[in-house]
């Protein structure tokens, strides 16, 4: 698990993806703004983090972890605190996945390969 925080004061995204070039991307991605970053490399580790980290504003959930996937992970936070802000994250377009990403409770979706433009606009339409 790669941790990164910046300030205080920065906004905590929660980042859960298996694939550590996928966690390096986004925190290539997102490097110089002010997030503060906690990764988590399977769905239970991701549970597990955000459990501890209430503060957690979004999550980026890949869909497809072993053990605990995203689609199971993404439940179980929602049980948790039922506001959540979670985008899943999927080498699949939203067509075609064999799961419907609102129905999970997911708010939004970020097709892999993941583009920088993408990934901002994305993370700056919930975090405003």
Known sequence: MMNYPNTDTARKILIADDDRV???LISFQLA?????LL????????LELFAENRDVELV???VKMPGMNGLEATRKIL??????????????TREENDFDAAE???IDYVSKPIRKEE???V???YLD
């Open 22 to 24: 996928n966690q390096q």
């Open 32 to 36: 110089g703004l002010q997030y503060n």
């Open 39 to 46: 990764f988590a490399s399977d769905g239970q580790e991701a």
């Open 60 to 62: 980026l959930m890949d």
């Open 79 to 92: 049980e948790l605190e039922p506001m959540a802000k979670i985008i899943a994250l999927s080498a699949f």
């Open 104 to 106: 999970i409770g997911f």
């Open 119 to 121: 990934l901002l606009k």
């Open 123 to 125: 993370i700056a339409q």
